[in-house]
């Protein structure tokens, strides 16, 4: 789909802004969104540097009703009609012009009226011969002319239904088409001009229109004595042998290439068709087609699929679960497997990535790791890594030991925590390059917090508490980590986040200025190995790489105490009840 739009109300006043603004309006065909397409893009460069280009676009009953494989006979009806239209209006933003045929009776005239208004066309043209009405361009056929002063009624009654005073009901001539003479027509402009036309269109089929010319000079004496100008409108479809200056200087405003698509696509099908049943192959086609990959990019195809590719990268994206470490306190097992309510704490993690859609998960195990392997296999979708080095380095090593699965992005959560999936989603979906989960109710928290907290500071302070309709905020950081004071702090981080691929890139690129250089390279670590997450998130925000935090209040908890588990086993309880 194309993604630029206009509003239908400036769309309809673009003619006559055109217009007064250059006098001149050049109008190509179209009889589908595809062509609309073509007619709204096309462009060349003029000599001095601007850009010469359609200005409007006429939806033709000839080539709507051709497309069709059917007649220009009155056949096709307006409902169809308003369908094409409307295909051309979604893709293209360009005034459209439409080709209103006879118009019909007064009322089907007023109905024509108010449904192009209503989505934006700028202009409809009448012709003034009576229903059913037989195409202008071939001579041979009856061409027989509507009584001026019905058809005047028809013009009132259609600008009386108008609700914009730019929306523009031009009058058709048809009286050199029906062989009447220059003098029928303008008797039957003035009758128009005084019913309140805003447009005379003079159409002929002749190569060599000089009666047209004729009517185009006394046009302008007729005007003057009448105290108007409507503009004046040209087809010049068999007297194209006069270019578009040469037409605006005898007087037209307006000058529409009436069938050229239609005519051009015809040609080009039945061409490429003969080639392929002599070739009994589409191979020797392919010189003089357009590439299927012009075809997609023409008509946003692209855009759908990368948005696809975004999507589908997001589910592929891993969640990796630093699970090496020791819990101070539940110390018999990898944090991963304490039990709650006779489950590991992996289980209800994965469970819950799982209902974001998410695949793949990746645990960097260390401290007591085989006793994974009484509890999960590892299949596609669950992966182990080994942090043989676990008492000697820290949740960024082991992060970074997945660095081959994070290419594309990742998320990460404390092997120790149980969350919603709700919040894993809102930090995939956040936008960000990196964000983290944050929390500000730690204050509040019935238990003694003891041991020290992740805090962060951020740039504004969210009242997570306050009652609010929109969703939480995301805000940057300022600072992270476990030596800021709690005074100082606005909220605790959750462990829980999320690193595109260009925060991946940064975090890499930083990982690799620091390892191998030694101890005191970190701040607050001992050393670069025994570094943790937030130790290297803190130094790139240090370097000014923006990271976020995604407000959190519920939906979370750790568990490194006897405690925990209790509060989490009877919550768990009262979720199934
Ligand atoms: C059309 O394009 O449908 C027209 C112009 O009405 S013409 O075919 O020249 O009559
Ligand atoms: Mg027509």
């Given at each position: 789909m194309n993604t630029y739009r206009v509003n239908p109300t400036d769309r309809l006043s673009a003619l006559k802004r055109t217009l007064d603004a250059q006098g001149f309006v050049r109008a190509l065909e179209a009889h589908s969104g595809l062509s609309g397409i073509v007619a709204e893009r096309s462009q060349i460069n003029e000599s001095d540097g601007s850009i010469r280009e359609f200005n409007a676009i006429w939806e033709s009953s000839l080539t709507d009703s051709a497309t069709k494989?059917?007649?220009?006979?009155?056949?096709v009806g307006t409902e169809s009609r308003i369908h094409t239209i409307n295909e051309i209006l979604q893709v293209t933003t360009k005034p459209l012009i439409v080709d209103g045929d006879t118009g019909g009776e007064i009322a089907q005239f007023e109905f024509m009226v108010s449904s192009l208004e209503r989505i934006g066309v700028s202009a409809v043209i009448i012709e003034d011969k009576v229903f059913p009405k037989r195409n202008s361009l071939d001579a041979s056929a009856s061409q027989e002319l509507e009584d001026p002063d019905r058809f005047a009624a028809k013009i009132s009654a259609g600008k009386s239904a108008t609700v914009s005073p730019d929306f523009m009901i031009i009058s058709r001539l048809e009286s050199l088409i029906a062989g009447h003479g220059v003098d029928d027509a303008l008797r039957r402009a003035e009758i128009y001009i005084n019913a309140g036309t805003d447009g005379i269109m003079i159409h002929s089929n002749k190569s060599q229109p000089d009666d047209l010319f004729k009517f185009v000079e006394k046009y302008e004496a007729l005007c003057n004595r009448l105290g108007k100008r409507p503009v004046l409108v040209g087809v010049p479809t068999t007297y194209n042998q006069y270019k578009e200056p040469e037409l605006a200087s005898l007087g037209f405003n307006i000058v529409i290439h009436a069938n050229h698509q239609l005519r051009a696509s015809y040609k080009a099908m039945q061409a490429t068709a003969k080639l392929i049943l002599?070739?009994?192959s589409s191979e020797e086609a392919d010189?003089?087609?357009?590439?299927?990959?012009?075809?997609f990019s023409v008509v946003?195809?692209?855009?759908?699929?990368?948005?696809?590719?975004?999507?589908?990268?997001?589910?592929?994206l891993?969640?990796?679960?630093p699970a090496a470490g020791?819990?101070?306190?539940?110390?018999?097992?990898p944090k991963s497997l304490i039990n709650i309510a006779g489950r590991p704490v992996l289980d209800y993690q994965r469970e819950m990535i799982a209902k974001t859609g998410i695949k793949k998960v990746t645990v960097v195990r260390g401290h007591n790791g085989k006793q994974f392997d009484a509890y999960y296999k590892k299949d596609d979708d669950l992966d182990f890594?080994?942090?043989?080095n676990y008492e000697?380095?820290?949740?960024l090593y082991s992060l970074l030991l997945a660095r081959e699965q994070m290419v594309h992005g990742f998320a990460f959560v404390y092997s120790d925590i149980l969350f919603r999936s709700d919040i894993l989603q809102r930090l995939i979906n956040s936008g960000k390059d990196i964000v983290l989960g944050i929390d500000n109710t730690y204050r509040h928290h019935r238990h003694e917090i003891d041991k020290k907290l992740d805090l962060v500071v951020t740039q504004q302070d969210i009242d997570f508490r306050l009652r609010r309709l929109a969703p939480l905020e995301l805000t940057q950081l300022v600072s992270i980590g476990k030596n800021i004071d709690i005074e100082n702090a606005d909220s605790e981080f959750i462990g829980m986040g999320y690193f595109s691929a260009k925060g991946v890139e940064a975090l890499v690129r930083t990982y690799e200025d620091f390892a191998g250089k030694g101890k005191g390279v970190f701040h607050e670590s001992a050393s670069f190995e025994m570094a943790s997450i937030t130790d290297m998130i803190q130094e790139l925000i240090r370097r000014g790489f923006p990271v976020h935090g995604l407000g959190v209040t519920q939906g979370w908890m750790e568990i490194h105490t006897n405690q925990d588990i209790e509060i989490a086993e009877s919550e768990l309880a009262d979720s199934l009840n």
């Open positions: 494989g059917l007649p220009d006979a009155s056949i002599e070739s009994q010189a003089s087609i357009a590439s299927v990959k012009e075809v946003g195809f692209d855009r759908v699929v990368s948005d696809d590719r975004e999507r589908s990268q997001i589910l592929n891993p969640v990796i679960i020791k819990d101070p306190v539940l110390t018999d097992v890594l080994e942090n043989k000697e380095s820290g949740s």
